[in-house]
C-alpha cells in the first residue's frame, strides 16, 4: 500500500544510497524528453540543489504492463536511520490524507 495520491511506491536501494520510485507513463516520457536540458544543466551547475537522476527506465515483461521507475540519488546519509519518511509536494490541492494518518 502506498499513501502516494499517484499510487507510486518508493524503495530505497539495500546500501541506502539511491530511492528509487516507480512513475507513470506519461512522466516517464516528460522526463524522458528532459532529460538532454538537465545533463546540460547539471554539467554546468554541478552544486545545483536539483535532484540527481541516476536512471530512467522501463521494465517490459511479457503478459503484463510495462513499469516505470527512475532512480535517484538519495540526500539522506545512509548511515543514519530513518523514523519518518514524507513525500512533500509542492501543493495541497487534492491532496487528502488517508483514514488513520496524522
Known amino acids: ?3 502516494s495520491k499517484s499510487g507510486e ?13 516507480t512513475i507513470g507513463g506519461k512522466e ?7 532529460i538532454p536540458a538537465y545533463q546540460h ?3 554546468r551547475f554541478p552544486r545545483s ?8 527506465f522501463c521494465l517490459e515483461l511479457s503478459g503484463a504492463k510495462p513499469v516505470y521507475f527512475i532512480v535517484m ?8 536511520s530513518l523514523q519518518h519518511i514524507f513525500d512533500l509536494k509542492g501543493s495541497s ?3 487528502k490524507k488517508k483514514e488513520g494518518e496524522s
Open 1 to 3: 500500500s502506498t499513501n
Open 9 to 21: 511506491l518508493f524503495f530505497f536501494s539495500h546500501d541506502r544510497h539511491f530511492v528509487i520510485k
Open 28 to 34: 516517464y516520457s516528460v522526463l524522458a524528453r528532459l
Open 41 to 43: 544543466h547539471i554539467y
Open 49 to 56: 540543489f536539483i535532484v540527481r537522476f541516476a536512471g530512467l
Open 73 to 80: 540519488a538519495s540526500v539522506f546519509d545512509p548511515s543514519c
Open 93 to 95: 490541492y487534492k491532496r
